[in-house]
C-alpha cells in the first residue's frame, strides 16, 4: 500500500487523477491544495459543441420564449453565457457553474445542493405555468423534465454539445486516488483498478452508477469537488485513528 505518501495536519497528503473534460480543470489544484492534496486532470470525455443547438437557444432567450433558464453544470455555462442578452431568472447548479455566469456579466441564484432534482423544490410553486429553459449535454435527463413538467412547468431542453469518449487510458500510475466527477466519466474511462487505489465519487448519482459497474467508492462526496475532498479528509481521519 502507498496510498499514505506524506502528511499535512492531521490527513495524509494524497496525489488525485480527477476526471475532466479538457480545459474544464481551471482551479482545481488550488481547491485541493486547500484541503491538503494535489491533483491532475485526465479525460475520459471531450466535449462536441452542437452549434446549431446553441444558436437555436440563444435566438429563443432573445425573443423571450423562456421564463427561466436552468444551467446543469459550468460548460454550457462558459459556452453560452456570453451569448446571451438580459436574460430572464437563471439558476446555476453550483458556485462554479455562477462563477462562469457572473464572468459574462449575468447574475443568477444557486440551488441548495449540487443536484437537478432539487431545482424543482427550490422554485416552488413559482413553476407553474413557467417555460424553462435547459441548455446541456447531450445525456438524459428524464427525471428532470419529469419533475417540471408534473410541478406544472414547461421544460424546453436543448442539447447544446455532445460528450464523447476520448478512449485514451487514464494515466493514474502515480495517483493514489481517482475521483469520478460524473456517471459518463466513469462508464466511458478507459482505466485499469489497482488494489492500492482510493476510488472516489463526487456525489450518489455516481457512485450508483460505479456500484453496477462494479467498483464501489469508498469516498462519496456531495456533488462537488470540495465535497468529496471533505469527505476524503473524513475518510483518511477515520482511518488513521481506527
Known sequence: MHILITCRGDVSLMKIAVTRLAGKEKDDAERCERYGHSCYSVHPLRSEPHGNVISDFVAAAGAGAFDCLFFTSALPAKIIAPLLNAPPRVIAIGPQTAKELEAAGISSEVLPSFYSRDFVPYLGDWIRGKRIGIPRADVPNEKLLTAIARAGGIPREYRCYGLEPT????????????????????????????SDLLVMAIGEITADTMRSGGHPPRVVGDGSLEGSLAALNRYLADREGA
Open 167 to 194: 478512449n485514451e487510458p487514464l494515466f493514474i500510475n502515480d495517483a493514489d486516488a481517482i475521483l469520478f466527477t460524473s456517471a459518463m466519466s466513469y462508464k466511458k474511462a478507459a482505466w485499469t483498478p489497482r
